[in-house]
């Protein structure tokens, strides 16, 4: 029989990005409308389930290499009804992608790094370019799909080479300055990309203040 007869050796296409896949990716929040200004959720960022669950709803594009423009979604929880489990990862998330954006050591303790693992509010997210692990769940319908988990941080060693750039210094301390001893330096002005049109974002961001 012919290959337009017979189709079981055409090639699967699930048309996956391979697990454990390190690329650099930039986050876009598509905005749910939900705010409580007693958990810092403003902005209209915040999206609220059916089931009561809150999250940012997150849009991660591969901004360079052989994924380049491809899009993995994944939602980043702010809190769930079953219990704290959700929100702990997604703090988890959040403060992996400032340091894997912000140059900074995660086990840099310096006062210089804590000012970095804070943001003002959601605005400060929405925009920003960091090194992602690209990891595999699964869908509403149990089908395959990318999503990202974590961030990776100036202590792995592939941090520099993905990221294209010496990691900014906060007090040398860490694998941030180690890093930097072995890779061209990063011009002083370069920072995460903000969209200017974010509310609350006037110039630098607020954590280079």
């Known amino acids: 029989m012919g290959s337009w007869n017979d189709f079981n050796d055409a090639q699967s296409n699930s048309n996956l990005i391979p697990k454990g896949t390190l690329a650099k990716v930039r986050l876009t929040i598509r905005p749910g409308g939900f ?6 959720w403003t902005g209209g960022y915040a999206t609220r389930g059916s089931t009561g669950a809150v999250y940012l709803n997150g ?42 954006a912000r140059g900074i050591s995660d086990k840099d303790m310096s006062a210089e790094a804590q000012a970095a693992r804070r943001i003002n509010g959601f605005a ?22 990318n999503e990202i988990r974590s961030a990776v941080t100036p202590d792995h060693r592939d941090y520099a080479q993905v990221m294209g750039t010496a990691p900014l210094q906060f007090g040398g301390h860490g694998a941030a300055g180690h890093a930097a001893q072995h890779t061209t330096p990063a011009a002083p002005a370069h920072q995460p990309s903000q969209p200017a049109s974010a509310p609350g974002f006037a110039g630098r961001p607020s954590w280079a203040q």
Not at 74 to 84: C, D, E, H, N, Q
């Open 59 to 100: 849009e991660f594009t591969v901004t360079e290499g052989q994924y380049a423009r491809r899009k993995i979604f994944t939602l980043i929880g702010l809190y769930s009804p079953k219990g704290p489990d959700w929100a702990n990862m997604g703090r988890s998330l959040v403060r992996g992608m400032l340091n894997s």
């Open 124 to 145: 400060d997210l929405d925009g920003i370019e960091f090194i992602a692990r690209i990891d595999i769940g699964t869908d509403a319908s149990g089908d395959d799909k």
């Open 35 to 40: 705010d409580d200004a007693s958990q810092g």
